[in-house]
């Protein structure tokens, strides 16, 4: 990120004394929900929530990271390489960004996108070193001014949920390559026999090359993301039904959680609802 | 196993040669001929399972690769010599070949590999898997891989790992056999037929000549990748044919391993063109696609000036309106290009103009701001600058705002002409500044891109390594610019934060035009890109034979640009495919303006064209 000169505004040379105070600071409100499914023994997803508030009387900036990454490898390295995964790209991203978000310089130009995709090449590299023969799906959305930056690997996914449900992440699986080249349909994806097969994950080869999307936010949706556990079992209009009958985004991740254990709960189900509050 | 073991009182174990899968492969001396040195490899069968129904399992697959060798007579095909089973352990005694598999051939080169050699290792390999499939019963390899075949001390080639090869059963269904990357999609779905191999065949030889590995590629993905692009050497009949086996549909491939084999070798050190009797045996050639007819569009007319046009005209209440550098703004009829009315200013005009009810705005270098009635063309205000003026006015909330080499944006009351602020900033301003909701955006020669308020208060301030003369565009909260520092920046246009950067190979003058998500921009590079603006990917780009520094308009799913090898471009939005171009007889450095009917563009030819649409 280029250093960026912010300007303080004129203060204001009157003073009337304001009528109330404010109610409406923006900020995020998020909820998770986090549950080993009904089949599995034990919980290889993993969720980060960072989010951050400062407010001056120039600026209000707020941003947030949110992470969800989904493990496999069996044997306790599920869990850990997504545990590490997760960890080490949170880290790299508060780490440049969160430090220069509070005003601290930084020698380092990087974009957005460089700082994304270097923390997940950092991820892929942890993974490989410590924790041989695992991997992890990776799927953040750093937040911020009215953006979703997006950093991507896997088939853990973001949508939109508001009136409509809009999914924005594109999975990288065998499944989704095959809808995408018009050899199968949408519905034959969902009985396809190797689902769960991955074209990439963190942790798998060196150099990944990451997904990265800007998208505006959409305001009076919520973000979303889940794990598999959550998508491969409910379907799109499921999902929006229910997160539509909980106001509270916390009560709608449990609910979406306990509905997909209702189904089977065949895998681990994480998910995780953000909603912008006090934004015009 | 130790070596030094001997087997069945005649095999003495030498060294391990290799592992894989469910089996480990020895070299053993076959102590039977003991005056001479004959080498066996001897296979092992590993089964650490300790289920008896898996054990089971893996001995008769063993067991089956065993009796399928045995009935296999091919020069190309290791021969077997015994079978037998030493307290549970199964071993198979194999000819030894004195070789190096393909993949290790292409992993110890540095460089890509020939392409008569490869075409002449596929041909060969055509010719034994024809052998298998047309043996009785058939026999499908269902592994083609570099790692399954070797290179043997006298260059033939021989197909190694019979494994997983099976009888083949029409109609039976299994799971996913075989090794990702290289199997075809009806293998994922536990179907193989002969038509596999021969696309197992076509993604080794791709391998071989792109040097890309396909296990970790998506699967497929072939199309992502052009041989070709990868490796300039291969022909491209070579390409087409390794792409005919590569098709997804398996009846749209060689229907048989002969006719493969025979387009192969035409590619051979030697290999002569053949004549293949089928039709659907012929890979399809596409027509060669002839660049874009040249000139077949006739303009509409052309309108000469005095000196180079190096602005963007614009269209308007039935006039065309274009400033040259004969120091003219010259306004003209649009049907015909017939002559109106000129303003003379005493500099050149560079940017271009903008209207303001029933007046037309514009710089000139003479450092003013001119504003001209466009009925009778007669002057209605000037705004002294203390430099030339290269920028190019931008009307909102009644101001006209404009840069000035002065080093500061103007705001001008749009009526009168009066001055209302100026904003000093660290270099020339030569980008057209854009008004988005209540700030103004533009960029400076110091390499800053400021973001002002309607007051001139700078909001925020970013900076590229060099000037910023393109001017900037927003789409879905991004601002988009080029720099002199070869790269194209979206920053997030609240904050000025950088989102991404797409690097281009010389310095970026033109402005970026957004439509359908894709910005397209021209570079000094000599190309014409379009990216995707929400993830910075390059969709494509067009090369064109100059410097691309004017800037492109997009209009009804089309790009249009000029490059300085005199050349107007139309390409496709999606795909950067050449339409069309039309030549002048000078560099084109300015913009392109449209309506309904027709283009408009300046050469520094001296020449203003309409093109119809």
């Known amino acids: 990120m280029a250093p960026i000169t912010r300007v303080r505004s004129r203060r204001s040379t009157k003073s009337a004394p304001p009528a109330e105070l404010p109610h409406d600071i923006p900020m995020f409100r998020s909820g998770l929900a986090y549950d080993v499914g009904r089949v599995r023994q034990s919980n290889e997803d993993c969720l980060v929530v960072i989010t951050s508030l ?14 969800v990454a989904d493990g496999m490898g069996g044997h306790e390295l599920g869990e850990k390489a997504s545990l590490l995964a997760a960890q080490t790209f949170a880290r790299e991203v508060t780490g440049k960004f969160g430090v220069q978000f509070l005003g601290g310089s930084s020698e380092n130009y990087e974009s957005i996108q460089e700082v994304l995709e270097s923390a997940m090449n950092l991820a892929n590299q942890a993974v490989m070193l410590n924790l041989p023969g695992s991997g992890t799906t ?7 001014s009215k953006q979703v930056f997006l950093a991507h690997i896997g088939d853990s996914r973001a949508y939109f949920v508001g009136k409509e449900i809009r999914q924005i992440t594109h999975d990288h699986s065998l499944v989704q390559r095959l809808v995408d080249q018009g050899h199968i349909s949408t519905e034959e994806a969902g009985r396809f026999a190797q689902r769960n097969v991955l074209l990439k994950a963190v942790g798998q080869v060196e150099g990944i090359e990451t997904d990265f999307l800007t998208v505006p936010w959409e305001h009076g949706s919520r973000l979303m993301l889940c794990s598999d556990g959550l998508w491969g079992v409910l379907s799109d209009s499921e999902i929006l039904r229910i997160s539509k009958n909980y106001p509270s985004p916390q009560d709608a991740a449990i609910a979406l959680a306990r509905q997909a254990n209702t189904m089977g709960g065949p895998d681990n189900i994480s998910v995780l609802i953000v909603e912008m509050v006090g934004e015009k | 196993m130790v070596v030094g073991t001997t087997l069945e009182n005649r095999y003495l174990v ?63 095909i290791p021969r077997i010599y015994d079978y037998f089973t030493i307290s549970e352990r199964s071993f198979l005694v194999m000819e030894f070949v004195n070789g190096k598999d393909l993949e290790a051939i292409l992993t110890e080169s540095s460089d890509f590999l020939p392409v008569t050699q490869v075409a002449h290792w596929g041909a060969d390999l055509c010719s034994v898997i024809h052998y298998l499939h047309h043996h009785e019963p058939p026999v499908i390899f269902r592994d083609i891989k570099p790692s399954n075949i070797m290179s043997d001390e006298h260059e033939n080639i021989r197909l190694v790992d019979f494994g997983i090869a099976k009888l083949f059963e029409p109609d039976r269904k299994g799971t996913m056999i075989g090794t990702e990357g290289y199997s075809p999609p009806e293998q994922y ?4 037929g002969p038509l596999s191999d021969v696309y197992a065949l076509g993604a080794t030889l791709h391998h071989l000549l792109s040097r890309r590995d396909p296990r970790i590629e998506p699967p497929f993905s072939w199309h992502d990748r052009p041989l070709r692009q990868l490796n300039p050497a291969v022909p491209e009949g070579l390409d087409q044919a390794i792409m ?78 274009a400033g040259a550098y004969d120091n003219n703004l010259y306004a003209l009829k649009p049907s015909t290009g017939e002559f109106i009315w000129k303003y003379a200013a005493e500099g050149g005009l560079t940017g271009r103009p903008a209207i303001v009810e029933d007046m037309i705005v514009v710089g000139s270098e003479d450092k003013r701001v001119h504003a001209v009635n466009l009925t009778t063309g007669k002057v209605v205000w000037t705004y002294y600058t203390e430099a030339p003026v290269r920028s190019s006015p931008t009307l ?38 854009l008004a988005s909701g209540d700030r103004i955006y533009f960029g400076c020669e110091s390499g800053d891109v400021y973001a002002v308020d309607l007051r001139g208060e700078i909001k925020w301030k970013f900076h590229a390594k060099r000037s910023v003369t393109s001017s900037p565009c927003e789409a879905s909260g991004l601002l988009y610019f080029g720099s002199v520092d070869n790269l194209l920046y979206a920053v997030d246009i609240k904050s000025g934060w950088a989102v991404w950067r797409f690097r281009s190979n010389h310095a970026i003058i033109s402005s970026p035009a957004i439509s359908q998500g894709i910005i397209v921009f021209g570079s000094a590079d000599g190309r014409i890109y379009g990216v995707d603006g929400n993830s910075s990917k390059k969709k494509w780009h067009f090369e064109t034979e100059g410097q691309v520094t004017g800037n492109p308009m997009i209009s009804q799913g089309l790009v249009f640009c000029g490059s300085v090898d005199k050349n107007l471009y139309c390409l496709e939005l999606l795909t950067g495919k050449l339409r069309w171009k039309f030549a002048t007889e000078g560099p084109i450095t300015g913009g392109i303006t449209a309506n309904e009917e027709m283009l408009v563009f300046g050469s520094t030819d001296h020449k203003l064209y309409a093109l119809p649409l």
């Open chain 2, 14 to 76: 030498i060294r391990v040669i290799g592992s894989g899968g469910m089996s480990w492969v020895y070299q053993a001396r076959d102590m039977r001929f003991p005056s001479v040195t004959r080498l066996v490899a001897v296979k092992e069968m590993l089964n650490p399972s300790k289920d008896a129904a898996i054990r089971a399992t893996a001995v008769q697959s063993f067991e089956r690769e065993a009796n399928l060798l045995a009935t296999l007579n091919h020069p190309a």
């Open chain 1, 54 to 67: 400062q407010q001056g009387d120039a600026v209000s900036p707020y941003y947030g990271l949110f992470v």
């Open chain 2, 189 to 192: 779905r536990g179907e193989a």
């Open chain 2, 244 to 321: 005919k086996a590569l098709a997804y549909e398996p009846e749209q491939r060689f229907p048989d391993m002969k006719i493969f084999g025979a387009v192969l070798a035409q590619f051979e050190e030697g290999g002569h063109p053949v004549v293949i009797q089928s039709s659907e045996a012929t890979p399809g050639v596409s027509a060669v696609i002839p660049s874009g007819p040249e000139n077949t569009i006739k303009p509409k007319w052309v309108f000469s000036c005095e000196d180079e046009i190096r602005g963007t005209p614009v269209i308007t209440k039935g006039m065309v309106l």
């Open chain 1, 138 to 144: 990776l799927t953040a959305a750093l937040v911020f």
């Open chain 2, 396 to 433: 909102a909330e009644g101001h006209v705002f404009i840069g000035s080499d002065d080093a500061k944006l103007h705001a001008i009351n749009a009526l009168y002409g009066r001055g209302a602020w100026k904003t000093e900033v660290d270099g020339p301003v030569r980008s057209t500044p």
